[in-house]
């Protein structure tokens, strides 16, 4: 008999679905539900940029395989941070910034939870709490719960008009303890796509800044979900402007499509440069315990792009490629959803932003869309536009049509 008393953990219940897509042999098989760009031919799309850049390292015969630094590489992390917080915020000559290589978003989100959960805000009184938006990335959830922090949620979704729940929002962080933690995804929220207007984003931060709540941004898609850098990053850049401290994590993996070789960050803004120190130092004692040194090579990719300006304006034009594929898409399936006189209202569809898609299919709707139809989605009805191309979005359609109809 084994010393452990451990049972069997449920699969994941995202890569389960992958894992039923790939084993069903059903020739027009529909996969909507991985978050990974894919072109119109419904194949992985390597951007052109990341190719060149490549090709530099590959030439590149001073390149070696030591380690990097703890907190990674600095060609990396530097320009990183600029892209993400601005290039002419003076929080950078202010050195008000501590900046650390992560593996990918995931990696930041951890790091970014674990340094919380050992130096909580001194504004907390009771148990380092995190607002979660609900509904949220599902690993949000098992990261900070793994990292001891107590997890709460505050409403999101309305399901009523299947847009932004913001008086529920506002409601629950403006009741939410001073020191509390809230989570906000800065732009293209997974899994609904649906992301507050600059308006709106005014008011958060006005509820956030009075009752001494501390934000933590989760940046998976910049530049990915509107095609402008600038414009998904705006939300991050008007907190930042109202002086106050906040965290970032940043994810290259779906505008750089390296969603293998794990590129990511975490950003601190402290209020004094002592305190940014004394951060950046803490942050590396915590990401020696976990990974001792980041991984190179794709951060050397993302550096050759971000510290070249012609790469830099390539890159921006893969950006439009991708997302202006996926506006496409939504437009495409809307047509045909109103071509076919589907029940229900569908400019959802349209109004959301970014890679997903909260569709308002129920689960029972869900489990018949994907035993009749063979197409594959989450449970909560949640798509990845970028699973649609001009070749099934049609046959999409007319099965969403057809269950919406049935159950």
């Known amino acids: ?41 419904g194949k992985p799309w390597v951007l052109p940029i990341v190719r060149k850049a490549e090709k530099l390292i590959a030439e590149d015969a001073a390149i070696d395989h030591e380690y990097l630094p703890i907190t990674g590489l600095p ?53 380092t709490t995190v607002y979660l938006s609900n509904p949220t990335w599902v690993n949000h959830k098992q990261i900070f719960g793994n990292c001891g922090i107590v997890v709460k949620d505050y409403p999101y979704f309305d399901k009523q008009t299947l847009g932004l729940d913001l008086d529920g929002m506002l ?71 109202l002086g106050i401290e906040l965290l970032v994590c940043q994810s290259f993996a779906k505008n750089f499509g390296l969603y293998g070789e794990r590129v990511g960050a975490l950003h601190v803004v402290a209020a004094d440069k002592g305190s940014a120190e004394a951060i950046k130092s803490q942050l590396s ?8 040194n980041p991984p190179a090579y794709g951060a050397r990719v ?7 300006p012609a790469f830099y304006a390539e890159w921006k034009e893969d950006l439009l490629t991708m997302s202006g594929r996926i506006l496409t898409m939504r437009k495409a399936l809307y047509d045909k959803l109103v071509e076919l006189q589907t029940p229900g209202t569908w400019e959802h569809i349209i109004n959301q932003i970014g890679m997903f898609s909260f569709t308002g299919l129920t689960p029972p709707q869900v489990a018949l869309i994907t035993k009749e139809f063979h ?17 099934n979005v049609e046959y999409f359609a007319k099965a969403v049509d057809a269950v919406v109809r049935r159950a």
Not at 9 to 28: E, I, Q, S
Not at 116 to 122: E, F, M, T, V
Not at 184 to 208: F, R
Not at 375 to 391: H, P, Q
Request: charged share 15%.
């Open 1 to 41: 008999m084994s010393v452990f008393d451990v049972s069997v953990a449920p699969a994941d219940a995202l890569f389960g679905v992958l894992a039923a897509y790939k084993a069903d042999t059903f020739p027009n098989k529909v996969d909507v539900s991985v978050g990974a760009y894919r072109d119109d031919t």
């Open 75 to 127: 060609d990396f992390t530097g320009p990183a941070a600029k892209l993400i917080l601005g290039e002419d915020t003076p929080v950078f000559g202010q050195g008000l910034v501590s900046s650390v290589q992560t593996i990918s978003g995931t990696g930041a989100n951890h790091l970014g939870a674990l340094f919380l959960a050992r130096h909580p805000p001194k504004t907390s009184a009771g148990p």
């Open 171 to 241: 409601a629950t962080l403006g009741a939410a303890p001073a020191g509390s933690i809230v989570l906000l995804h800065a732009c293209a929220h997974n899994p609904t796509g649906i992301d507050p207007t600059e308006a709106q984003w005014k008011q958060i931060a006005e509820v956030v800044v009075s009752k001494k709540l501390f934000p933590f941004f989760d940046c998976a898609y910049q530049g990915f979900a509107s095609g402008s850098l600038d414009k998904d990053a705006w939300a991050v850049r008007y907190f930042l402007s």
């Open 285 to 292: 004692v915590l990401q020696r315990s976990e990974i001792s």
């Open 302 to 308: 993302v550096s050759k792009v971000l510290n070249n």
């Open 375 to 391: 197409v594959y989605l989450t449970a909560n009805g949640r798509i990845s536009m970028a699973g649609l191309n001009s070749g």
